[in-house]
């Protein structure tokens, strides 16, 4: 008989213990980041291009005259005979273009900071990397659904709402791939 009370208080204990757990174990279903300080690894990638092309044609023409006339009379005879003609022409023809293109690929592990009344998810995220004095620093933040949630608890960067994604990198590299200063006084003045 103490054996079988023995035996009821441990699987007591054990029914009680996995009930406490089990918002963290589930034997059939997928562990989904659903709480505040959960993470999540965001997948991103991103693709952005722009084009601008831009042509402009400008043509404007003007013209005076003056002659004086042959039948003179009077003391308008003795002069002698002038006359005055001009005529302007201005033509202006401008081109432009720009292409800009962008690619970012990465994987970042953001945290959950606010469970929202509808039941979304604000996160936020950072990674920052360091390879030879070259620093690369990439933030991800914004809102998900927790439909949108993968099972291996992921979720792609087009489905975040609000999304903020930055990379930035800072180093010998990077500097090099700036305008030097003059380029830029001369960019800045015209």
């Not at 009077?74 to 005055?84: A, D, I, V």
């Not at 990465?106 to 998810?121: H, M, P, S, Y």
């Not at 998900?144 to 992921?154: E, F, K, Q």
Request: glycine letters at 8%.
């Amino acid at each position: 008989m103490i054996k079988r009370i023995g035996v009821l208080y441990c699987l007591i204990g054990l029914f009680a213990a996995l009930s406490a757990d089990a918002r963290h174990f589930s034997l059939y279903g997928d562990k989904k980041a659903k709480r505040v300080d959960d993470v999540i690894t965001v997948l991103i990638n991103e693709e952005a291009s722009a084009a601008n092309k831009n042509n402009t044609n400008s043509e404007e023409q003007s013209g005076a005259g003056f002659e004086t006339a042959s039948n003179r009379s009077g003391l308008m005879r003795f002069l002698p005979s002038w006359g005055f003609s001009g005529k302007n022409n201005v033509d202006y023809t401008g081109k432009g273009e720009t292409t800009k293109r962008g690619q970012l690929t990465a994987k970042v592990t953001a945290r959950i900071v606010e469970v929202q009344d509808n039941g979304n998810l604000l996160i936020q995220g950072s990674k920052m990397v360091e390879i030879n004095n070259e620093r690369e620093v990439i933030h991800v933040s914004g809102i998900i659904r927790p439909d949108d949630i993968l099972s291996d608890n992921t979720v792609f960067s087009h489905s975040i709402a609000d999304a903020k994604i930055t990379y930035t990198g800072d180093g010998t590299l990077s500097n090099a791939s700036k305008p030097g200063v003059i380029t830029r006084f001369f960019q800045w003045i015209f």
